[in-house]
T-cell receptor
Framework: DAGVIQSPRHEVTEMGQEVTLRCKPI?????LFWYRQTMMRGLELLIY????????DSGMPEDRFSAKMPNASFSTLKIQPSEPRDSAVYFC????????????FGSGTRLTVV | DQQVKQNSPSLSVQEGRISILNCDYT??????FLWYKKYPAEGPTFLIS?????DKNEDGRFTVFLNKSAKHLSLHIVPSQPGDSAVYFC?????????????FGKGTLLTVNP
């Protein structure tokens, strides 16, 4: 298995632009998580899905952030409009319910908003 | 409100010696604890975990200890190797059969000197 795949690896965009981050979870995993990592706040959970359904989006910072999971193999995190304070590394992770060994993370997308 | 705290941002040890990384938590409902290791430009990878019904779990050079009364856990690495140099995150999962949400600490950067 190729693991959790995120794209792009790096994104530099201008303030006010729309940004879309993509994630392909491990096949068969039924949970998908979006995290953001910053120096100040560490790893924060933004939203997670179970069987493609959003379960908890309480970590989404503002209405500018939205996430979708149209099918079991794809999820997007969109920021519109982007702001410099959104600059961070965004991680996607997936896991399997039961027999729990934690999440498998992707390599992350480093977002820079200038 | 940080529910999982890693109070040491960094730790430096000599190769062959023991590394001890500490983590404190405030939520008594957490029932499962994990440690993740993160290299630069990669996502965190699962290292070791412990259930709240245990006080110790060992996997090779890595041992996690849990003190529930003190709401404290620690990761021991013996002997430490230069390849162990990474950021280590402590994480905790809330109670409940369907709760797979992890709360992370901010991480501790471990440097193992040859």
């Amino acid at each position: 298995d190729a693991g959790v795949i995120q794209s792009p690896r790096h994104e530099v965009t201008e303030m006010g632009q729309e940004v879309t981050l993509r994630c392909k979870p491990i096949s068969g995993h039924d949970y998908l998580f979006w995290y953001r990592q910053t120096m100040m706040r560490g790893l924060e959970l933004l939203i997670y899905f179970n069987n493609n359904v959003p379960i908890d989006d309480s970590g989404m910072p503002e209405d500018r952030f939205s996430a979708k999971m149209p099918n079991a193999s794809f999820s997007t995190l969109k920021i519109q409009p982007s702001e410099p304070r959104d600059s961070a590394v965004y991680f996607c992770a997936s896991s399997l319910a039961g027999g729990w060994g934690g999440y498998t993370f992707g390599s992350g997308t480093r977002l820079t908003v200038v | 409100d940080q529910q999982v705290k890693q109070n040491s941002p960094s730790l430096s040890v000599q190769e062959g010696r023991i590394s001890i990384l500490n983590c404190d938590y405030t939520n008594s409902m957490f029932d499962y604890f994990l440690w993740y290791k993160k290299y630069p430009a990669e996502g965190p990878t699962f290292l070791i975990s412990i259930s709240s019904i245990k006080d110790k779990n060992e996997d090779g050079r890595f041992t996690v200890f849990l003190n529930k009364s003190a709401k404290h856990l620690s990761l021991h690495i013996v002997p430490s190797q230069p390849g162990d140099s990474a950021v280590y995150f402590c994480a905790a999962r809330g109670a409940g059969g369907s709760n797979y949400k992890l709360t992370f600490g901010k991480g501790t950067l471990l440097t193992v000197n040859p």
